[in-house]
């Protein structure tokens, strides 16, 4: 017999009628969602052929709960693990910590600044609470990745700006759109966690679990984009008597092409058109070939320029090894705190 999540059992069809079958439900699962005889059940046919069974009514609101303890996690590790509680899909965090040990306020509000819906609602000398106010549908994944995309492509319409005259300081704000891009993946990323577990956010967001699988390579696609225009635009900043020279590289002068193969991938997201697609695919294409014979050209100026050129290549390889193994990392931290979330049910 299955006694809970995860567990199987297998049950045989019973004739009740000349055309009807009739199949008995787990006596646990009726009493964990306060069944009652004549109770009403939703029965969905999925696309995958399975049934899948539902209380039509949901009578108790369920939270997840996770509770944190500085003395038992790795020194300055709280906000790791206070992210990883959030894309983990926790409804109320709780942090506990001793009189004698530091305030983790100054986390606490980095963590709100990184993420989106959270607010302290009780603290005291010995714990903080923290809970989620917002929906998981409240705010649509792709409304999240326009806003991402707009961010990206609104950066670099401002280096061309700079590049073309205007001010340094028309970028200098860049940290902050950066850090909302962030803000937005890490948002996606909670959302599609919590689609994955509950049907229900997945009816709200209108999204299957195989199309919220895309929406999450999408917007980390985006995020990593703007990591890149973030370093353009901190290196122009910290050397602009180099942006005369820089304006007349292949690098820059093709931007305006990559924003409009991106803007049209950005439209095909609803539309999906393939001939489309396929026309901004092969644009970029063309842009990486075109690329890539320009840092051929520098390689081949000088055997100074060449070992520089294969130095700072080699260096930004295994400096994206250490960014991708610290995501990786991160995934772990995540799925750790998943594993000690939870449920709290209101009555």
Known sequence: MALGPGDHDVRKLQATGGS???????????????????????????????????????????????????????????????????????????????????????????????????????????????????????????????????????????????????????????????????GLLYLVERQIRIVFESYQAASRLNVSRGQALEFANLARCLERMMDHVNNLTIFIIEHNEHIPRLNLTPPIQKLPLWQESLKELMINIRTQDSHRIETARRQLKTLQTELKVYEHSIFEDEKKNRQMASSLSISESVRRLCAYSRDFGEVLLNMKLASVMVEVRDR
């Open 20 to 182: 009807t079958f009739t199949l008995s439900l787990p006596k646990p699962w009726v009493l964990h969602n306060q069944l009652e005889p004549r109770s009403s059940l939703k029965v969905d046919w999925r696309p995958s052929g399975a049934l899948r069974i539902t209380p039509l009514e949901q009578n108790q609101r369920v939270e997840r709960h996770v509770r944190i303890t500085l003395e038992d996690i790795p020194e300055n590790s709280l906000h790791d693990h206070l992210m990883g509680a959030y894309i983990s899909g926790a409804d109320v965090i709780v942090i506990y910590h001793s009189t004698d040990q530091s305030s983790p306020a100054k986390i606490v509000r980095r963590f709100l600044r990184s993420t989106r819906g959270f607010e302290i609602v009780e603290q005291n000398q010995t714990s903080t609470e923290l809970r989620c106010l917002l929906n998981p549908g409240d705010m649509p994944l792709h409304a999240s990745l326009k806003r991402m995309y707009l961010l990206v492509s609104s950066l670099v319409r401002d280096l061309q700006e700079v590049f073309s005259g205007c001010d340094i300081d028309f970028i200098s704000d860049h940290e902050e759109r950066e850090s909302e891009v962030d």
